[in-house]
Each structure stands twice: as C-alpha cells, then as structure tokens.
C-alpha cells in the first residue's frame, strides 16, 4: 500500500490523472473556452470569471492560481485561452515550456475570426488527447503524493467523526514520507492557538497566528465580524452551536503531527509532512487553492453532503453520519458514520481513507468525478478596479 501508479511529468512531479484541459485567463473567454471543450469529447473547461480590473495582490494570486492549475501533475496538457498580447497568457505559456509540459495558446484578436479560433484550438487539443492515451503509469513511492484537507456543510458530528478520521490519514501519510495540507483560515479562528503550538518551531506558529491575524484585519476592514458571522445558519442547522466548536472540529483533520509550514493560497509546499494553506472558508475556493498548489488528491468531509469536487483534482467525500450517507451516497466515497452505528473506530476510519487515497491515485474514480462535478473559483482579496 506504500506505492501507487502514478503519471511521471518531464518536471519530475507526480500526477495521478492524466487530464487534458482548456483554461481562460480572463473572464469574458469563459463561454468561448467551454465551446472549444465542447467540441473536442475527452477535453474538460476549467473556467473563472476573474482576471481582469484586479488590484496587484489579486492579479498575482490569480496568476499564482492559473499557472499552478495548468501546470499541475494532474494535466497532460493544457490549451491557454487568452487575449491578444496577453500577459497572463503569456506567464502561463513560458512556465509550461520550461516544465516541458504541452501547452498552446490561442488568443482572441482584431486579426482572425472566431470560428478559426475554435478550428484552431480544437485541432491541437485532439493532438494532445491522442498523445495523452499514450502516456503510462509507473510505480510511485506515497512519499510523492500531497493530499489536501478540506470541510463543507459540516455538522455536529464533523469533529467527531469524519474529521479526527482524517485527522487519523494525515498522521498515517506523514508518517510514510507523504504531505498532508490543511486549509481553510477561517475554520481555524477560535482555536488557532492549538495549531499555533502544535507547530515545529516558534517561527512556524507565528507565521501561522500572523495568517490568522491578518484574514481578521481585512474582513474587519470591510465592517464585518468573521467571529460573528460563523457558525453559518447552515452550521447551525447541522447542529453546531459555537466557533470555537467548529473550529475545533475542523483542525481535528490536521491529526497530531507537528505542523511544519504555512503556505499562500495556492502555494506549493516546500517541506514533507503536515503543512497548512492559507485559504478562505469557501468550499470551491479553497479546493481551487489547494489543486493548484499541487494536491493530487483532495479530502473533503461534509455532514451536509455538499457535491464540491475538481476539474483536475480527485476529492474524496467523508460522510460524517449514517443519514447524509445514506440519503447523499452518490455524492460521498466514505461513510464515517460507521463510527456512530457499526462500532468503527476513529482509526478504522483513516485506514479505510488511506486505502482509498491509494485506489483512487491508481485511477479508481470519486463519486464527485462520476457526477462531474468540476468547480472552480479563485479566491478574490480586494474590489475589482
């Protein structure tokens, strides 16, 4: 269980699907980067609505975010669509060429109609897809692979069932040599002094609490409350009461390994073992961030049966309870509510997800892969210009 097959990409990187994808760099190309996918079967959009009129620290996050999408060790090859002399475009092309990557780029202009555009397109992206059949999987040690950690739609039993079963994962991949990444910032506020002395080193819980500190100036900024605003009404719902609650359950997924390293949204991680990102609470958002900052896999718990999933990214479901299970299993990989009705244990549980995290690198498909479900959104800082 230690190894798994897994695509080898001309950088050395490891990915454990073999996507070919068309991506936009702004906005107004999304409905012409979905008809280029949707003339050529096999292809997938990956489409946002960004990238234009943003202030400079979100032009660098949405650059940080596409080149870590398209470049990513889950895609063969990428198709760029952009703009006549486009810079971001022309970012994501240069990194791609250096990785030895496939990537083209097609851009709209004053010079050539779009029925040649799409010609265009289409015709390089049947190139790539045949080539792409004929790459193979090898033998990968599990120190290859980032998972990332992620909740949506949690309930009361999220802390105390699919979380610490997480949890439970992420302690067994670190162990083998692997890297586990938490995210989500605001589902840490109200317990972030817990993970903030987990850290490896005072250095690391500072850059952490700084994180933390830094999200709550800028939301206080606007004249909100992140402290009053959470638990959600849907939270509530499930049965959550307070935040320091769910934040407490949320960090359960981190486990009890030392936290080694905090990460930008979207950034890659430098160290092995468990790392944390810097992300929003917002499920498709936070997702997009840890794909692309190289997450072959994703876990995703939910007592609400939120259907998030990745259009280049694998995300696992963890079901916190037998009934959202049972009413929601197209949409959930794993039932921790088992621990509540079948006498499971909490390590049971991240055994199972261990195993899966394995099945699912060799090439099985999620439940979210099978009902397509392929949101993506980058995370925004700052009013558009």
């Known amino acids: 269980m230690k190894t798994f097959g897994g695509y080898r990409r001309p950088d050395g990187s490891i990915g454990v699907r073999n996507h070919v994808i068309v991506i936009n760099t702004v906005g107004e190309l999304s409905a012409l ?63 791609l060429k250096k990785k030895g990557k496939p990537v083209h780029t097609v851009c709209l202009n004053k010079n050539q109609k779009i029925p040649e555009i799409l010609q265009e397109g289409r015709s390089w992206l ?24 992620e909740c949506g739609g949690s309930d009361a039993w999220s802390g105390i069932t699919a ?4 949890g439970a994962f992420s302690d067994m991949i670190v162990r083998e040599g692997g890297t586990s990444v938490l995210a989500e910032t605001t589902e840490a506020i109200g317990a972030e002094h817990i993970l903030a002395s987990n850290a490896i080193n005072r250095e690391v819980g500072r850059e952490f609490l700084d994180i933390v500190r830094t999200y709550e100036h800028r939301i206080k900024q606007t004249g909100e409350d992140i402290r009053s605003a959470n638990p959600t009404p849907g939270n509530m719902a499930g049965g959550l009461t307070t935040l320091e609650e769910k934040s407490l359950g949320c960090i359960k997924k981190g486990g009890g390994t030392p936290l080694k390293e905090v990460i930008s949204y979207a950034g890659k991680p430098t160290e092995k073992g468990f790392v944390f990102m810097d992300t929003p609470g917002y499920d498709v958002e936070s997702v997009c961030g840890l794909a692309a900052g190289g997450a072959q896999v994703v876990l995703f718990s939910t007592g609400k049966g939120s259907p998030t999933g990745s259009p280049i990214v694998p995300v696992i479901k963890i079901g916190t309870n037998p009934k959202v299970y049972e009413i929601m299993s197209e949409h959930i990989d794993i039932n921790a509510g088992k621990i509540i009705d079948q006498n499971n244990s909490i390590n049971d549980i991240g055994k199972e997800i261990f195993e899966k995290v394995i099945t699912v690198s060799n090439g099985e498909k999620t439940a979210a892969e099978n009902e397509l479900n392929q949101e993506f959104a980058i995370w925004r800082l700052a009013e558009s210009i």
Request: hydrophobic share 35%.
């Open 33 to 95: 980067t979905r008809k280029i996918a949707n003339l050529t079967p096999g292809v997938i959009p990956v489409i946002h609505h960004g990238g234009v009129a943003q202030f400079p620290e979100d032009h660098t996050q949405t650059l940080r975010t596409l080149v870590g999408t398209a470049g990513h060790s889950n895609v063969s090859a990428t198709l760029v669509v952009g703009t006549e002399n486009d810079p971001i475009a022309q970012e994501i092309y240069k990194v």
């Open 126 to 149: 049947l190139t790539a897809l045949e080539n792409s059949k004929k790459e193979v999987r090898e033998q990968c040690d599990i120190t290859e692979l980032i998972v990332g950690l």
């Open 163 to 166: 979380n610490p079963s997480i």
